[in-house]
């Protein structure tokens, strides 16, 4: 049985312990995701996330197994997209740093983290959905496209310190 809550500042070590995990599955070559240790996403990515209050974790059974960032920051690169939906800011929820724990990729998690947002989106009266993602995750791309997110364009830029990303961006108008 899987949960979706609010995080907690219990949670910032094992919410670290999926972001290492990540990074060394990328250093690796095992995944291209994009992401850099010790530039993004760290230990203080969450602790900004749980300060504003917008950290979310699953948790299956005693495990945490995924994280995300759910508000309605919208990154300034967003002003450079070509977004198919106009909103207000204030009709406009975004997705950030969705991490599912490799080890347990594969199970749905993913897809159960985004139709969470989805349904967390209607209930803040917000139905234009927002998610970036570097050009390289092919496998949260494909994701986001069998759940009915539209690629509306590429933004080149320097992106959480990452340089030179091609982040593209991705919506979903839901009713």
Known sequence: MIKIRKADKNDLNQI?????????????????????????????????????????????????????????????????????????????????TLAVEPDEAGKGYGKAFVKYYENYARENNCFELRIDTNKTNTLARKMYEHLGFEETGTVTCNFNNIPNVSLICLEKHID
């Open 16 to 96: 670290e312990k999926i972001y290492n995990h990540i990074h060394l599955r990328e250093e690796k070559g095992l995944t291209s995701i994009g992401w850099i240790r010790n530039v993004y996403p760290t230990l203080q990515t969450a602790q900004n996330a749980l300060e504003r209050n917008d950290l979310f974790v699953m948790e299956s059974g005693e495990k945490i197994v995924a994280c995300a960032v759910i508000n309605q920051i919208q990154v300034d690169e967003y002003r450079l997209a070509k977004w198919k939906f106009e909103a207000k800011d204030s009709e406009v929820m975004v997705l950030h």
